[in-house]
């Protein structure tokens, strides 16, 4: 084949392809666990698929169905939403897993993304989030703002994503105050109000002054508020449940790598690769930042984000002790990803024992 | 010591709203009506308290509109059962979903807001400090109404003629009908009451403990309250007792959990209904005490002809 016919295939191929694509927008949909009203979890993937539609305009349509039960209604919902010819499903929550494989089988040529998930397939592929970044940044918030050098955390379930999040917010604040602890109390549950509010009294009754959280709902920054301590949102910018509590919000930025899918998908390579992002990849952040925080803290706190996104600093680099002082993880090394998502150890400053 | 008053607080925070709402539950049910959907009741209230704060209403707006959602679905349910003779466990169940789906709809444009206006504590000076009882002197102004009510109840239901017509509706209808009371509109008013308890709980979650609105803000405890008017055998004093101690043992477990004392995080989790099992079988054991106060025509439907 001469140079020339190769050009004039390339140059055809491409108009064909920019021509299907004017014709035919690339359909994608989101199936999401929780109303998109949550104010958190499902919110934020929202704001993605919106994203997408704001910079991809006419070159996709999106669909998204709420409020999906993780269960037998996922797997119905998941397979209707790939037999109407949706190229692209993300499917946002960690119980959709078995769901979203097994339809992933019966539709080879759609391309699932299953998010916070471990099982992957041909057409199933991974993405996650580290939130154990913004946790460390507001950790060194912490740090400076408590008064007794007591932290407390309110936790959801005994499993790595939840304790390396713990360890994470007490290294943040260490690297600031070494004499600081952190108080855990699980509750068992990503929602339930009425005991993440009886959690935070709990730990401010003992004395813990800034709280942060890794379950669903804003009841424990209310209660910081109520009782004059200070807390963190988790998943959205919940600056307005509480603005004089409020310290900052972790959350989750998914609008980046929706429309690296779509785009990928678009220019026909897609993406087949397990993505476990975070502020490097602009996949989370740590938003809100009172505004009342001294200078100094807003400072140290933008510093070491950019140390993070330029890869100069990861949160789970040495030298970090395990409790009782021995070293976990020695100067100049760091855990791989492997380890860090199989973390079943507290760090150095975080009391109590980790249930098993 | 000082860490016994703010775990005393916790439980006496977490026991108000149940009290409130298995009270109105066990007047109803005192009058034979069983009404399981308390909680969809109380998500109505919850939402309707929220609202009326989020559009200017004051406090005051938020607890009759709170009163009002809970007894409008309590009307619902006590047509459905009492004039149309339905299926009180079936109609119940399908108002806790009901209530569910609606608050859920209803609260879309809440979501992600604090609630405009809130009942605050008000610590009465002196009793306050006092360590143990401290905080049963540190309510919020509907957390000292929820006491009120919890005396007047009682007092209605044993000590007037009100309470005895009440009563005698539940245990027997054909009975009271035979001495002349209108037992259809009898059992209307108890379980309108029940509504209106229930919708007054949900207002207490919405503006006086979470200050917020969230789907399913208020995660099952209208459950708990069910469960706790067979816990109290039908009793005011005891539903009062029987809420403060679930409201404790979870407070307890969490406290636990901060002073070091390692047991399975699980373990704790189920300490209250853990308790409520064993109270429940301590009642139960007791038949004599169960079948005297337990209303004998509960749950059973009755057509007086009006």
């Known amino acids: 084949m001469t140079l020339w016919k190769k050009l004039v295939l390339g140059v055809g191929a491409l108009a064909l392809a920019s021509a299907a694509a004017a014709q035919a927008p690339l359909k994608m949909a989101w199936v999401y666990v929780g109303p998109v009203g949550d104010g958190g979890w499902t919110y934020a993937h929202d704001l993605g698929r919106k994203e997408v539609e704001k910079r991809l305009g006419a070159k996709v349509q999106t669909t998204y169905v709420e409020s999906v039960p993780e269960g037998a209604d996922a797997e119905r919902v998941i397979r209707d939403l790939a037999a109407k010819g949706n190229q692209i499903v993300f499917t946002t929550s960690f119980g959709y897993m078995e769901a979203t494989l097994k339809v992933a089988k019966s539709f080879p040529k759609v391309t699932f993304y299953h998010a916070t998930g471990f099982k992957s397939a041909p057409n199933v592929v991974i993405y996650n989030s580290r939130m154990y970044e913004p946790a460390y940044l507001a950790g060194i918030i912490a740090g400076h703002m408590t008064k007794k050098n007591s932290l407390g955390f309110v936790a959801s379930f005994p499993i790595p994503e939840v304790v390396r999040n713990i360890n994470a917010y007490t290294m943040g604040a260490r690297s600031v105050n070494p004499k600081i602890t952190t108080k855990v109390v699980w509750v068992n549950t990503w929602y339930d109000p009425s005991k993440e509010r009886q959690a935070a009294e709990t730990l401010i009754g003992q004395g813990c002054d800034v709280l942060l959280q890794n379950t669903d709902s804003s009841a424990v920054l209310q209660t910081a508020q109520d009782k004059g301590a200070y807390a963190f949102g988790w998943d959205s910018n919940m600056t307005a449940y509480a603005p004089k509590a409020h310290l900052a919000s972790a959350i989750e930025v998914w609008g980046g790598y929706y429309v690296q899918v779509a785009e990928a998908a678009l220019a026909g390579k897609p993406i087949k690769t397990t993505v476990w992002g975070g502020m490097p990849e602009g996949m989370n952040d740590l938003v809100g930042v009172n505004a009342a925080l001294p200078d100094n803290v807003k400072k140290q706190v933008a510093d070491k984000k950019a140390e993070i996104v330029a890869g100069k600093f990861h949160v789970f680099q040495g030298p970090i002790k395990l409790q009782d002082g021995s070293v976990k993880v020695a100067a100049g090394q760091a855990l791989t990803d492997k380890e860090i998502d199989s973390i079943n150890w507290y760090a150095e400053g975080v009391e109590g024992k980790l249930p098993n | ?306």
């Open chain 2, 1 to 306: 010591m000082d860490s016994i008053n703010p775990l005393v607080a916790s439980a006496v925070a977490a026991a108000i709203p149940l009290m409130l709402a298995a009270l109105g539950e066990l007047v109803t049910e005192r009058s034979g009506v069983l009404n399981l959907g308390v909680e969809g009741m109380m998500l109505v209230g919850a939402v309707a308290a929220f609202a009326a704060v989020a559009h200017g209403g004051g406090l005051g707006a938020a607890v009759l509109a709170g009163v009002l959602a809970g007894a409008l679905a309590a009307l619902a349910f006590g047509v459905l059962t009492i004039s149309l003779q339905a299926s009180q466990v079936a109609t119940g169940l399908a108002l806790t979903i009901l209530g569910t789906g609606i608050s859920a709809f209803l609260g879309r444009g809440y979501v992600g807001s604090r609630a405009a206006a809130s009942f605050e504590e008000l610590p009465i000076p002196g009793l306050s400090a006092l360590p143990l009882v401290g905080p049963f002197f540190s309510l919020t102004l509907l957390g000292y109404v929820a006491v009120a009510l919890l005396a007047a109840i009682t007092w209605f239901l044993f000590r007037t003629r009100g309470g005895l017509v009440v009563r005698t509706v539940g245990e027997s209808p054909a009975v009271a009908r035979s001495l002349g009371m209108r037992v259809s509109r009898i059992r209307y008013a108890a379980t309108l009451f029940g509504g209106a308890m229930a919708g007054l709980a949900g207002c207490y979650y919405a503006v006086a403990q979470f200050k917020m609105w969230q789907e399913g803000l208020t995660s099952g405890n209208g459950w708990i309250a069910l469960a706790l008017v067979v816990f109290a055998t039908w009793r005011p004093l005891r539903v009062a007792i029987g809420a403060l101690l679930f409201g404790g043992v979870t407070a307890l477990g969490l406290y636990l959990q901060t002073v070091g004392i390692h047991i399975s995080a699980f373990a704790l989790a189920s300490l209250p209904y853990l308790a409520t099992v064993a109270v429940l079988v301590a009642t139960s054991s007791n038949q004599l005490a169960l079948r005297r106060n337990a209303p004998a025509s509960l749950g059973k439907p009755f057509f007086d002809g009006d």
